[in-house]
């Protein structure tokens, strides 16, 4: 009889063990329904990484007049030029740059008038040759200035300009770019082709995006752009727009109207287009308290409280919220508060 009641608390006991061996342990968030975090200082905000694309959109702005064969190229593609800047030389003869709306068409020579003598004008005051009035006739005063010019661009100074030597652009200074299929060391050019293309003060900069993407990118959302030295553009998301494949991309502008490149805009080669990883700023970065979003909870009159450690609601302004956290006010460092505010005991 004994024997029996040892079997039967023996096998009692080996059960228990079993199931206390074999039984899953439980849920820990099942055992706890809360937690409390304290409210520290840190910063919220949020970002999303896409590619922004740069392009320059060169026009015609100049025709060669020269005739000959090109000896040498004098600017690169992207380089900013002034008033009497070389930008090349055919037969070993400079063909200089100058402003003003009409093109050269003739020599310019002793008892020559009209607004291309002005021009020309212009420029020999902009070089510091020719201090007269630009009044369009070209005097002793002018052919001098003329002289002074060619001696300094190591010429013969016959104090005549002739059709080829200048190239008139509507505006400088101006960024300019030669059309690579035409200027080249030894090509021979005839007169009348159209080499030199200006750049407007910046390139055009946008992203390519999907439906979803160009959701984020609302009208004035911040762009923060890599430069290629790995410096840093600012921008600002402007219209969107669809081509005919259905692709969506997303004009960017200058902070308060303003440069995006600024300075930096020679870093992006006039050919082809650049490619720059961008912050796409969704959630502005707000420094101050922290707690999870989780400890936030909207009350009947809907102000927004946390529940401190002593069951007690302490209403708080919410400034930021990303990523799961949020940056409130109303309570101090240190405040003891519970993750989630939800839940029950």
Not at 124 to 135: F, I, S
Not at 277 to 306: F, H, M, R, Y
Request: proline share 5%.
């Amino acid at each position: 009889m004994l024997a029996g009641v040892l079997l039967l608390a023996l096998g009692a006991g080996s059960a228990w063990g079993a199931l206390t061996v074999l039984r899953p342990a439980e849920d820990p968030l099942e055992v706890t329904n809360f937690t409390f975090v304290e409210v520290v200082e840190g910063e919220v905000g949020a970002s999303v990484t896409l590619n922004t694309v740069a392009k320059w959109t060169p026009e015609p702005v100049g025709v060669n007049r020269a005739e000959g064969v090109l000896t040498s190229v004098e600017v690169s593609a992207g380089d900013e030029v002034s008033q009497g800047a070389t930008l090349y030389t055919v037969g070993l003869r400079p063909v200089v740059i100058a402003q003003g709306e009409v093109p050269a068409f003739r020599t310019i020579a002793l008892g020559i008038e009209g607004p291309d003598v002005e021009q020309l004008q212009v420029m020999l005051g902009a070089l510091g040759h020719y201090g007269g009035t630009a009044d369009g006739k070209a005097g002793a005063g002018t052919v001098a200035a003329i002289k002074a010019w060619q001696d300094t661009l190591g010429l013969e100074m016959t104090g005549e300009v002739g059709v080829g030597d200048v190239i008139f652009v509507p505006s400088l200074p101006m960024r300019v770019a030669l059309d690579t299929e035409i200027v080249d060391r030894g090509a021979s050019l005839g007169g009348g082709e159209e080499v030199v293309q200006g750049l407007p003060s910046e390139p055009e900069f946008w992203i390519p995006v999907t439906d979803t993407q160009a959701g984020m990118l609302t009208t004035g959302t911040r762009v923060e752009i890599t430069s290629p030295d790995g410096g840093a553009w600012e921008a600002h998301a402007g219209d969107q727009r669809r081509d005919e494949n259905d692709a969506v991309t997303v004009a960017l502008t200058g902070m308060e109207g303003g440069s995006i490149c600024g300075d930096g805009c020679g870093q992006v080669p006039v050919i082809g287009q650049a490619t720059l990883s961008s912050q796409i700023i969704t959630v502005e970065s707000v420094k101050g308290l922290i707690v999870p979003s989780a400890a936030l909870i909207t009350q009947a009159d809907g102000q927004i409280a946390v529940i401190d450690d002593e069951e007690m609601m302490a209403p708080v302004t919410v400034e930021a919220s990303a990523k799961g956290m949020s940056v409130i006010t109303g309570v101090e460092t240190g405040t003891r508060v519970r993750v989630p505010a939800t839940a029950t005991e």
